[in-house]
């Protein structure tokens, strides 16, 4: 088994930044493993939003985060980091970490709420 354990999350204004944190544990975990970020907006889907390869050389985002949000891994540490800038109001969501093995999102994180406000 994997543990996921989400931090950072909170209210922040429109234009600020937050940086999310993401600890993996359990014996089952790989520094191998893609890891990425979801988020879920009240009434929507779960979307992914950035994910990172093993090694951190093949990162993805999705269009609406380009440019503001970074995604890194510390693999000593297990634990994959979102930093995000220029936050807006539909930004908010619970954030999700995740844990990809076998070509599936097998794990996941509790969540972690974002509130930006306008």
């Known amino acids: 088994q994997v543990q996921l354990l989400e931090s950072g999350g909170g209210l922040v204004q429109a234009g600020g930044s937050l940086r999310l944190s993401c600890a993996a544990s359990?014996?089952?975990?790989?520094?191998?493993?893609?890891m990425g970020w979801f988020r879920q907006a009240p009434g929507k889907e779960r979307e992914l939003v950035s994910s990172?390869?093993?090694?951190?050389?093949?990162?993805y985002y999705v269009d609406f985060v380009k440019g503001r949000f970074t995604i890194s891994r510390d693999n000593a540490r297990n634990t994959v980091y979102l930093q995000m800038n220029s936050l807006k109001p539909e930004d908010t969501a619970v954030y999700y970490c995740?844990?990809?093995?076998?070509?599936?999102?097998?794990?996941w994180g509790k969540g972690t709420l974002v509130t930006v406000s306008s």
């Open positions: 995740a844990v990809n093995t076998a070509r599936a999102w097998t794990y």
């Open positions: 359990g014996r089952a975990f790989s520094s191998s493993y893609r």
């Open positions: 990172i390869s093993g090694s951190g050389a093949i990162i």
